[in-house]
């Protein structure tokens, strides 16, 4: 059987067994199946192709999940969209794609997704939350879009599978396609990063990202019981810690200080033994002081959307061993997986203990190395040290945010003679990205939050500059490029 009927098979298996929990609602497998079951029916009762591109507007919801879980399991191409966008970006995406369908929930379908879809002729489908009503009515047709139009609509090449927004982590952020047998990794990443592969899942990871869908469909793959958080809360997820009893947690660092910042009693987390995680790097002083406040092993990995995954970690063994003499290694790449350092301007590969990009090959992706944008040095043992982004991107709390992409965005307001983006360090959420702004001359002023509802008009939340400075020039070197260090001391100071 191939993955998809495989996963079909297992969610329609033992119907009673409790599967999923959300805000207090607990979901059985059958409820779960008849979800995705509705979900295929209404594509294939309006003729949708199973070569057309499907989009979802992505929530961390019950309903949201059994739709790409039904998607995935019936051979259909899936395009995850960001819903932190405006829902004018959100609209523009849709109108330049050309989806077939286009699944939301039913408080994101506005008026511009509403005049979008209609213009391309997609078929709406509404997901209602709603406890109250039934499976038909919770996945519906939206009216005035019950019928899939004449088109031209998107058509996918190829074996079927899941389209996912990269974070950067290898270039310019772009749609990164993945068959659905390359799941499979995904289960084998979510058996090594628990301790019996079917222990319960505090999932807070989102699922428009490679991250959260391969932890949905591992889930689901190994019949493991999920409580599914729309987003992270400390409180929240300290409940759902003290009710399940895990004893592994995954997530990002941006969690570990909010946690810490929090003053979380140890004996609310006494059930945890690792926590698992990955997304932005984990600094040597964060990691030591969690790990000294709630004796929890931290295991980190290191993966990209490019890669459908994890290729790089620690593992318990690995960290018993070299958590000492290994301090600040992001681990060594997991089996199959080979990587190297390439120079940086040569890509010839350099010896263990010089610094370069990282190159990694993934064999079950294809026989090419792919080239990141991460300095790393590999020493003689395999362990891999993290030292940083060739491209300048900005970390904010898992989110990888490129100052090229915002920096366009400002440029584009009619005021704006030039801007620069950078990264200044922020206790939470390890860096935020700030921006000083240089105005055209003989224009009326705007305000820095007149630019920063600019900003929010293109970008998603996470990318918006927490702090905008207007400025008389941008400092610039000899070269009369701007000096990143000089905007950098601008807002530190």
């Known amino acids: 059987m191939e993955f998809g009927q495989e996963l079909s098979a297992i969610m329609h298996r033992d119907p ?24 295929n029916a209404l594509l294939d009762d309006s003729s949708v192709s199973p070569s057309a591109s499907i989009a979802l507007i992505t929530r961390n919801r019950p309903l ?32 330049e794609s050309r989806f077939a369908a286009v699944i939301a929930d039913v408080d994101d379908w506005t008026e511009p997704l509403m005049e979008a879809a209609c213009r391309c002729g997609s078929l709406g489908i509404s997901l209602n939350n709603d406890d109250s009503i039934g499976i038909d009515a919770a996945i519906n047709l939206v009216t005035g879009l019950e019928r899939l139009g004449p088109g031209p609509f998107r058509e996918m090449t190829g074996e079927a599978g899941i389209e996912i927004l990269s974070s950067g982590t290898t270039g310019k952020p772009k749609r990164v396609r993945f068959p659905t047998r390359m799941l499979v990794r995904a289960i084998d990443g979510a058996i090594a990063s628990s301790l019996t592969g079917a222990e319960p899942d505090i999932l807070v990871w989102p699922y428009s990202g490679i991250g959260g869908i391969c932890c949905l469909v591992a889930s689901a793959a190994l019949d493991r019981y999920t409580c599914l958080l ?41 059930s945890l033994r690792y926590f698992f995680g990955g997304s932005a790097p984990m600094t040597q002083d964060l990691q030591q002081e969690f790990e000294s406040a709630y004796g929890i092993d931290v295991i980190w990995a290191y993966g990209a959307t490019e890669f459908c995954g994890t290729v790089i970690s620690w593992s318990p063994d690995l960290h018993t061993r070299y958590r000492q003499s290994k301090a600040g290694s992001i681990g060594r790449p997991l089996p199959s997986i080979e990587v190297r350092a390439a120079h940086f301007e040569t890509g010839v590969v350099v010896p263990p203990g010089e610094e370069g990009f990282l190159e990694v090959l993934v064999p079950v992706i294809g026989n090419d190395w792919i080239r990141t944008t991460d300095i790393v040095v ?116």
């Not at 909010?258 to 004996?267: C, G, N, R, Y």
């Not at 060739?390 to 709390?397: E, N, P, V």
């Not at 630019?451 to 070197?477: F, G, M």
């Open 230 to 270: 729309e987003k992270f809360s400390v409180e929240e997820w300290v409940d759902a810690i003290e009710r399940l009893q895990p004893a592994s947690v995954t997530g990002v660092p941006a969690m570990a200080r909010m946690i810490l910042d929090a003053k979380v009693p140890k004996e609310r987390l006494a």
């Open 64 to 95: 949201h999940a059994a739709c790409i879980l039904g998607l995935v399991s019936n051979g259909r191409w899936l395009t995850s969209v960001y819903v932190i966008q405006s829902s004018q970006a959100i609209a523009q995406e849709i109108e």
């Open 378 to 493: 590999i020493d003689d043992d395999g362990f891999v040290f993290h030292k940083g982004r060739g491209d300048g991107a900005i970390l904010r709390g898992g989110h990888k945010i490129l100052p090229e992409k915002v920096v366009d965005v400002l440029r584009s307001h009619p005021a704006v003679l030039d801007a620069s983006v950078v990264g200044i360090p922020d206790d939470r959420l390890g860096s935020i990205p700030v921006a000083a702004v240089e105005l055209r001359s003989g224009v009326d002023c705007p305000s820095p939050d007149m630019l920063r509802d600019h900003c929010r008009a293109a970008l998603p939340s996470p990318q918006i500059p927490a702090k905008i400075e207007i400025v008389a020039s941008l400092p610039r070197t000899t070269s009369l490029k701007v000096d990143l260090m000089a905007v950098k001391l601008l807002f530190q100071a």
């Open 16 to 39: 009673a067994k409790p599967i999923v929990e959300y805000k207090g609602r607990i979901f059985s497998k059958g409820e779960y199946a008849a979800l995705a079951d509705r979900i």
